[in-house]
C-alpha cells in the first residue's frame, strides 16, 4: 500500500465538511424508527423517502439509495471537495447536507484484508483531524464480501457530521464508500445508512437483501 501521505488526500475531502444550518427536525418515537426500511420507504417529517437500486463503483457494486438523490453538480463538488482528490462518485440530498460518495483508492487489497485497511485509514483520519470521535468499528459479509466499516461523528462549521464509512475488496482494489448527515440528523437516517451498506450487490449476484446486525451506540 501507498504511503500515509497519499492516502490522507485520498479520504480527508470525505470527512471535513462544510454544511448550513437548517431547522431542527420534528422528534420522532423509537417505534417509528424500529419500523421503517428503505424496502419499504421511511418517513421524516411527513415526508415518504423511497429507495431503489443503483450501480456504482465503474458498475461493479449496486446498492440501494433514495430515489430522490442525485449527482452533486460538479461545480458545487469542488467547492464542497476543493481537493482533486474528491470522491469519485457523491449523491445528494436537495439541501446537499446529505451525502452518498464512492471512490476506489488505487491501493492493492485483498478480501481478508478489509478490516486492516479500514483500521488504517481509520488511524490516518484521526492523526489529520483529532476531532474524529468512533463510534463502532465492526464487519459483515455482505453479498460474498468482508465489508469492514466504522461510525464515528466529526465537527463541521455548525455542529457534527454523523459518517458510516465501509470498505470492501472490488477487483483487487479498495472502495470505500460513506454516508454522511448532521448528528441531530442520525435518529432518522442511522438504520436507513445500515441498511443501504447491507443492501451492497457486488456484480451479478442475486442476494437482493442481506441480514446485518444494528448497533444501537449513540453519539
Request: with cysteine.
Amino acid at each position: 500500500m501507498r504511503n500515509d501521505k497519499y492516502l490522507d488526500e485520498k479520504i480527508i475531502e470525505m470527512i471535513n465538511q462544510v454544511e448550513k444550518p437548517e431547522p431542527e427536525e420534528p422528534k420522532v418515537t423509537e417505534k417509528k424508527l424500529e419500523e421503517r426500511t428503505i424496502y419499504s420507504g421511511i418517513k421524516i417529517s411527513g415526508q415518504m423517502i423511497a429507495f431503489e437500486r443503483r450501480p456504482f463503483a465503474e458498475d461493479k457494486i449496486t446498492m440501494m439509495v433514495p430515489k430522490e438523490f442525485t449527482v452533486m453538480d460538479p461545480n458545487k463538488a469542488k467547492i464542497k471537495y476543493p481537493s482533486e482528490q474528491r470522491p469519485g462518485t457523491i449523491l445528494t440530498d436537495y439541501t446537499g447536507t446529505i451525502n452518498i460518495m464512492f471512490n476506489y483508492i488505487e491501493d492493492k487489497m485483498t478480501n481478508d484484508e478489509a478490516e486492516m485497511v479500514r483500521d488504517r485509514l481509520l488511524r490516518i483520519m484521526r492523526r489529520v483531524n483529532p476531532g474524529i470521535k468512533p463510534q463502532t468499528t465492526e464487519a459483515e459479509v455482505i453479498s460474498g464480501k468482508n465489508v469492514a466499516y466504522v461510525e464515528f461523528s466529526n465537527p463541521a462549521m455548525d455542529g457534527k457530521l454523523y459518517n458510516l464509512m465501509f470498505f470492501l475488496e472490488v477487483d483487487g482494489r479498495i472502495l470505500m464508500g460513506s454516508f454522511n448527515c448532521r448528528t441531530k440528523e442520525m435518529k432518522y437516517w442511522k438504520q436507513p445508512a445500515f441498511e443501504m451498506m447491507c443492501s451492497i450487490q457486488v456484480q451479478d449476484q442475486k442476494d437482493d437483501r442481506e441480514e446485518c446486525k444494528e448497533d444501537e451506540g449513540n453519539f
